[in-house]
């Protein structure tokens, strides 16, 4: 079993459309959970980063974690062609991030 | 702020010829930078934990003596691909955690590896 697991889609929405991405997770250690924005051919541009188990919302991008689920979700509101990347998430106890595969959201204009 | 970047973007060299790729810390300095390594539509696999003055330390499965690693300053770390071979290729990443922000960790650019 992974230690992150994440559905790799590909995931393809009407522009205007809200995004749904998640991850689960197996180590109860995992502390702080991140959300990764990577175009292809560049390296991932962090999104949202949380330590807490509840909501944290950053304009169009929300961040959900459920500890006792081990389950980390992503939503992202009015999405926009330029939304269009793979996600990442990423999860850690210490320094050493641990990611999910990556899902690929295309935003159809 | 928080800019890493990467030299070079891209290289293709032969097989058996040694490929060194840079990691700079533009506007901060990181004790600590990760290298990665991404196969197509596959996510990143941390390589190694380079430590500024230290021996770099080796995730698992991973051949230190092909993948050589030097972090001689707070801004520079060099991830050095001996001998490569076709097997190699594929993007390789570096990130820098910045001293006194937990967990935190921007990323560079990317390197593409081509072995012929």
């Known amino acids: 079993q992974k230690e992150v697991e994440q559905d790799p889609g590909p995931l393809s929405v009407p522009e205007g459309a809200i995004v749904s991405l998640n991850c689960t997770y197996s180590?109860?250690?995992?502390?702080?959970f991140m959300w990764y924005r990577q175009y292809s051919r560049k390296g991932p541009e962090l999104l949202m980063y949380?330590?807490?188990?509840g909501n944290k919302e950053d304009g169009r991008f929300t961040a959900q974690v459920d500890k006792s689920s081990k389950y980390i979700s992503l939503f992202i509101r009015d999405s926009q062609p330029s939304d269009s990347a793979t996600y990442l998430c990423?999860?850690?106890?210490?320094?050493?991030?641990?990611f999910g595969a990556g899902t690929t959201v295309t935003v159809r204009a | 702020g928080a800019v890493v970047s990467q030299h070079p973007s891209w290289v293709i060299c032969k097989s058996g010829t040694s490929v060194k790729i840079e990691c700079r810390s533009l506007?901060?300095?990181?004790?600590?930078m990760f290298w990665y390594r991404q196969f197509p539509k596959k996510s990143l696999m941390l390589m190694a934990t380079?430590?500024?003055?230290?021996?770099?330390?080796?995730e698992q499965g991973v051949e230190k003596d092909k993948f050589l690693i030097n972090h001689a300053s707070l801004t520079l770390s060099t991830l050095t691909v001996t001998s490569a071979h076709p097997e190699d290729s594929s993007f390789y990443i570096c990130?820098?955690?910045?001293?006194?922000?937990?967990?935190?960790?921007?990323f560079g650019p990317g390197t593409r590896l081509t072995v012929l």
């Open positions: 990130s820098a955690w910045i001293s006194g922000r937990y967990n935190e960790q921007f």
């Open positions: 180590n109860s250690a995992f502390q702080y």
């Open positions: 949380t330590y807490s188990s």
């Open positions: 990423a999860m850690t106890n210490d320094y050493k991030l641990s």
């Open positions: 506007d901060f300095q990181a004790t600590t």
């Open positions: 380079s430590n500024e003055g230290s021996k770099a330390t080796y």
